[in-house]
């Protein structure tokens, strides 16, 4: 249950109190059928993790009580460069990556991306910032990533945008057919390219070939949020 640090009223003691009224309540009542006096994990965004117990639960608001002072889990430094896919898989990309531990997203613009996906909702600072939360609450996590979007042609993003993103760390482009296989093991602070539902089209792969090295999952074509959850579970600790 993930709260923000403007809905803390500190009790004393290093104690604080929340109520909730939205979404959470109806996890609370509905998922974890929890009721008064349960316990239950609870971090601040940004901040730390801790346990809350609930004092008072209907069908209008959950108060709790809780305490905190546990560290969030650390973060796996992988940048994920992403061609932005359609909003339904956006959205499953978004959560599951963050669960895993990814705090920078990149989400640029290529041949078979369509144009209207960058005036999707799914990309309002609002909607991002909920797939981010359900992803750290999966995973116990407070430490918000951060979503930029790119949607220049793709050959200024590789040549403004991806030296930066890829100085000091191992960059990799995940590319059916490549010859050398996905590292099973972390390889420190790594930049990760992943291609949109098709994938990049030739041009785009002799273009990313200069930046980056070309790394392959194995002879099955998986989707783009299938690809992602795979890559990133290698490179994981």
Known sequence: MLLRPDELAPTGAGSYRAVLADRRLAHLREVLRASVGDSVGVGVEGGE????????????????????????????????????????????????????GVKRFVLFRAERVEKSYFSSHGLHAHALAEDLRLGLEQARDTIVPTVEIHPEHFGRFV???????????????????????????????????????????????????????????????????????????????
């Open 49 to 100: 993790l801790g346990r809350a117990t609930i004092v008072a639960l209907d069908e209008h608001a959950a108060t709790l009580e809780l305490r905190l002072g546990e560290p969030p889990p650390p973060a796996l430094d992988v940048t994920l460069v992403l061609a932005l896919p359609r909003p339904p898989t956006l959205r499953k990309a978004l959560q599951q990556a963050t669960a895993l």
């Open 159 to 237: 040549r403004e945008r991806l030296p930066a993103l890829s100085e000091g760390r191992t960059t990799l482009v995940a590319h059916p057919g490549a010859t050398t296989p996905c590292p099973r093991a972390p390889i420190g602070p790594a930049t990760l390219i992943v291609g949109p539902e098709g994938g990049f089209i030739p041009a785009e792969v002799a273009m990313l070939m200069g930046a980056a090295q070309a790394i392959d999952l194995g002879p099955r074509i998986l989707r783009v949020e299938t690809a992602v959850v795979a890559l990133l579970a290698r490179l994981a600790p």
